[in-house]
């Protein structure tokens, strides 16, 4: 066994090394891709769940606050009919409440009251902000309230 030679090439030659380096840089680049989507996907989540935290503020308001309190906010901001937020109107509706820029995105809050009855109320909050793209979106939460105590 002694002095016996491997026949044959050993190792890899110029050719082989830069396949699989391109392999490798296609990989790489599939990887950065995967993290620039999960990067956007973080951002987006974030926006609602600012919104989200902001209408549970406004519904929390609500919860404290005396019954004769309770009410809608401007109407301009909020669409009776379709119960949907009226997005041109929101920047400069009376009585919207404007929270402040969060991360660079400015939010709005409007919120309508039904007054089902002298003791039940129902309450609905939209917080609403637009995109990169210039598209608005929205959060709305509904309750209901009952008048606790005396009438």
């Given at each position: 066994m002694a002095g016996t030679r491997l026949s044959g090439k050993e190792g890899f030659s110029l050719l082989e090394v830069l396949i699989s380096l391109a392999i490798l840089a296609v990989g790489l680049l599939a990887l950065a891709m995967f993290q620039i989507t999960a990067i956007k996907g973080n951002a987006v989540a974030s926006r609602w769940t600012v919104?989200?935290?902001l209408s549970q503020d406004q519904m929390e308001s609500f919860r404290r606050a005396d019954w004769g309190n309770?009410?809608?906010s401007n109407s301009s901001g909020f669409d009776t009919g379709t119960m949907q937020p009226?997005?041109?109107?929101?920047?400069?509706?009376a009585?919207?409440?404007f929270a402040d820029n969060v991360s660079g995105v400015n939010y709005y809050t409007v919120y309508h009251v039904n007054n089902n009855s002298s003791t039940f109320k129902t309450i609905t909050v939209w917080t609403c902000w637009k995109d990169n793209l210039e598209k608005?979106?929205?959060?709305?939460?509904?309750t209901q309230r009952a008048r606790m105590g005396g009438v």
């Open positions: 919104a989200t935290q309770i009410v809608s009226v997005y041109t109107a929101l920047p400069a509706a009585g919207a409440t608005w979106h929205n959060v709305m939460l509904t």
